[in-house]
């Protein structure tokens, strides 16, 4: 089928109304990642994540959730990536996930930190011992001659740790995405989508409706 003959799908959700919202964002999207996890086909955790440097070129790519709460959404990469780079220089980014199963899209928008070295650490510990191993290997985003490279580096680590726990890299670690926006997307027949976005104003949070 050519892109021109797809017409996109046909939605069939019921409305989503103000009323049936939660006044607190992050409740209201724990809500639908528990619908996302126990109803969709694919993980629930995969987003979006865009940023932009100093130069003004966005650049967009899927991450995982690796958990959230009232302070942000967080995921973890290598400092010195090209998305490490850019929020150094740019410490704001936008996620996006969309879940096709529910028809629902969840927009965050807001600023970026470093997550603290303890909850690197924490979370570095929970990671497959592979994981830990490639985290230490790859010079995420750099170019290198071939994928041997890579395989023979990760055999040599391997054997250097072998009856030893393998350290977090100290350029790889945690970011949180602190929202001042989340976006509630449920797809609606004839593109009448319904969109809610959750603003935060003077540690309040307000929530509007928005055309789609």
Request: charged content about 25%; aromatic content about 12%.
């Amino acid at each position: 089928m050519s892109i021109d003959a797809y017409r996109g799908p046909v939605f069939t959700s019921e409305p989503l109304h103000k009323k049936g919202l939660l006044d607190d964002p992050f409740e209201q999207f724990r809500l639908w990642f528990a619908e996302a996890e126990e109803k969709c086909s694919n993980y629930a955790n995969p987003m979006t994540l865009a940023t932009c440097g100093k130069d003004g070129q966005p650049v967009a790519r899927t991450v995982l959730l690796k958990g959230f709460d009232t302070r942000g959404f967080n995921f973890y990469t290598n400092y010195e990536s090209r998305k490490g780079q850019q929020l150094a220089e740019n410490p704001k980014a936008s996620i996006c996930f969309y879940w096709e199963e529910l028809e629902r899209q969840v927009i965050v928008i807001g600023q970026v930190e470093k997550m603290s070295a303890q909850e690197s650490d924490d979370y570095f510990l929970t990671r497959p011992r592979g994981s830990q191993i490639g985290a230490h290997v790859s010079q995420q985003s750099q170019p290198i001659d071939n994928r041997e490279v890579l395989e023979r580096e990760a055999e040599e680590l391997e054997s250097s740790y072998f009856d030893k726990p393998v350290p977090r890299p100290s350029n790889w670690g945690g970011y949180r995405l602190v929202p001042q926006s989340i976006e509630f997307w449920q797809g609606q027949p004839d593109r009448l989508h319904d969109r809610f976005i959750y603003r935060k104003e003077k540690q309040v949070w307000s929530v509007t409706r928005h055309a789609p």
